[in-house]
Nanobody, 123 residues
Framework: QVQLVESGGGLVQTGDSLRLSCVASGRTFSSYTMGWFRQAPGKEREFVSS???????VYADSVKGRFTISRDNAKNTVYLQMNSLEPEDTAAYYC?????????????????WGQGTQVTVSS
């Protein structure tokens, strides 16, 4: 069992930055592929970014160039640095862990999910 706890969300203004963190339990965190997803009110959950154990990353087009995913295996933590935030980024952000395979935007391939942290960007 892997537990994921997100933090770092909040209310910010357009153009501001936030850094989300996700701490994972488990002794083999370094082997997991980690992902960030988000769900805006009234919309389906969507892929944001994913990072593999070796540092390979992939991003949704909507966040490319503004968001950066990273990981610190010594701290069992994955981060999402979000810059130049826009009102369209307002959503609950979820961290997910994928035990097998590489980076992926397929939600069904992720085995464990956190409870989410809310990000609200005001115009």
């Amino acid at each position: 069992q892997v537990q994921l706890v997100e933090s770092g969300g909040g209310l910010v203004q357009t153009g501001d930055s936030l850094r989300l963190s996700c701490v994972a339990s488990g002794r083999t965190f370094s082997s997991y592929t980690m992902g960030w997803f988000r769900q805006a009110p009234g919309k389906e959950r969507e892929f944001v970014s994913s990072i593999m154990w070796n540092g390979r990353t992939v991003y949704a087009d909507s966040v490319k160039g503004r968001f950066t995913i990273s990981r610190d295996n010594a701290k069992n933590t994955v981060y999402l640095q979000m810059n130049s935030l826009e009102p369209e980024d307002t959503a609950a952000y979820y961290c997910a862990a994928k035990l097998l395979g590489g980076v992926s935007n397929d939600q069904t391939s992720y085995n464990y999910w956190g409870q989410g942290t809310q990000v609200t960007v005001s115009s």
